[in-house]
């Protein structure tokens, strides 16, 4: 059975050079085709419209271009990863050939003392380790089209999540309202009445609290909350605080909760990100408080690696270990009606700080208080305490 031909394209200034190289090529019982070309441009148009070559023998100093110019300017006629490429030459040293394996070759190749055996061999070589570069290529393409689609699903599910809840908001409004007009009709008489009116006027203000706090999640990362926060916006944690603070008075000074915190620093997230998670973590510390124990939340930061790692610790009901992971996804809790909230105060906690290049997690022991941790990009700088 007769081999399949392959094509060498001889890129190289010196006619001698190519000569010699072409001369290897016939000398041994091969199955390889020889084109020539004498500059660095007239190689690149040999290889983009006379091609496809499996393999191109380049000088590197040419009159026009260095091999590693060519090199470049072949991937962008051609596309990446190019052609299989030996890099040829008489003054090359180990730094160049570092250069040249980088900018694409895939052997190098000195001329002082080549024979047949090692031009062969180079080829061969080129050849499959091109074939390994060929296949993290298309891996590597693959993935860039998984994630784009991955991208784009959640991006779908999000614009869903946001027109559903906001569609909802109106009818669960005209059922709180009906309910309301209902019980002003009733007889003042009738408890049975009164009591379904209340029972219904309760369940319609959850579901919109649900749907409210669903609208916060499908905004994180929409083009609208995109443009209403600061990409790379550094902002101090102690502001934060006293922001979600504030959010949270009423339920504070009913509690008799305390907020301890010393001097911390500043962070890279917008500061209505910041707040978000604060608020989230110090009304759940309350929320799920000891009936007989005063809520006390100790809020520190540590330096880790560039990031600040946040600890937000409380002395409330705590958990079991085992659901650590599971509390941060949406709808999931622990605890049953009794306890006001939607369940996605946790999930929103960990898209905000994901999305600004963090982590979210907690520790918690039954009956002593669970500590909150979320990383974040440090900003170098340090707020003073009030």
């Known amino acids: 059975m007769e081999a399949t031909l392959k094509r060498l394209l001889i890129v190289d200034d ?46 590197y100093l040419l009159p026009d271009l260095t091999g590693i110019e060519f090199l470049n300017m072949l991937s962008e006629r051609i596309g990446e990863p190019g052609v299989p490429t030996v890099l040829f030459t008489g003054v090359g040293d180990e730094e160049m050939a570092v250069r040249a394996m980088k900018a694409g070759a895939d052997h190098y190749l000195s001329k002082g003392g080549l024979s047949r055996e090692g031009l062969f061999y180079a080829l061969e070589n080129a050849i499959e380790h091109f074939e390994v570069r060929l296949s993290r290529h298309r891996i590597s393409k693959l993935l860039e089209r998984a994630n784009e689609e991955l991208k784009r699903s959640n991006e779908d599910l999000e614009r869903f999540a946001f027109a559903v809840s906001h569609d909802l908001k109106s009818p669960i409004r005209t059922v709180s309202l009906c309910a309301q007009l209902l019980a002003d009709r009733c007889d003042a008489a009738d408890a049975e009445a009164s009591e379904l009116s209340q029972i219904i006027q309760s369940n319609a203000k959850r579901a919109a609290e649900l749907i409210e706090d669903l609208l916060t999640h499908a905004r994180l990362g929409s083009q609208d909350d995109i443009a209403g926060v600061k990409t790379g916006q550094v902002s101090q944690l102690e502001e934060g605080i006293r922001s979600a603070v504030e959010s ?139």
Not at 16 to 43: F, I, P, V
């Open 14 to 59: 010196c006619a001698e050079d190519r000569a010699y190289a072409r001369d290897l090529m016939k000398n041994q019982l091969s199955n390889w085709q020889c084109s020539e070309a004498s500059t660095g441009r007239e190689g690149l148009e040999l290889a983009a419209s006379g091609g496809p070559f499996d393999c191109i023998l380049l000088d």
């Open 248 to 386: 949270l008075k009423g339920e504070l000074r009913e509690t008799g909760a305390e907020i301890v915190y010393g001097s911390l620093p500043s962070v890279v997230v917008s500061k209505t990100h910041l707040a978000q998670v604060f608020q989230n973590l110090i009304e759940n510390a309350v929320k799920y408080r000891r009936p007989t124990v005063t809520p006390r939340i100790e809020i520190s930061a540590q330096e880790q690696g560039g990031q600040w790692v946040i600890a937000v610790e409380d002395n409330g009901q705590g958990f079991e270990p085992d659901y650590a992971d599971v509390i941060f996804q949406p709808f999931k809790r622990l605890h049953g009606t009794e306890y006001p909230g939607s369940g996605i105060g946790l999930a929103t906690c960990r898209k905000i700080v994901e999305r600004n290049g963090g982590r979210i997690w907690a520790k918690s022991t039954p009956n002593a208080g669970s500590t909150f941790y979320f990383c974040l990009p440090a900003a170098g700088t340090y707020a003073t305490a009030s």
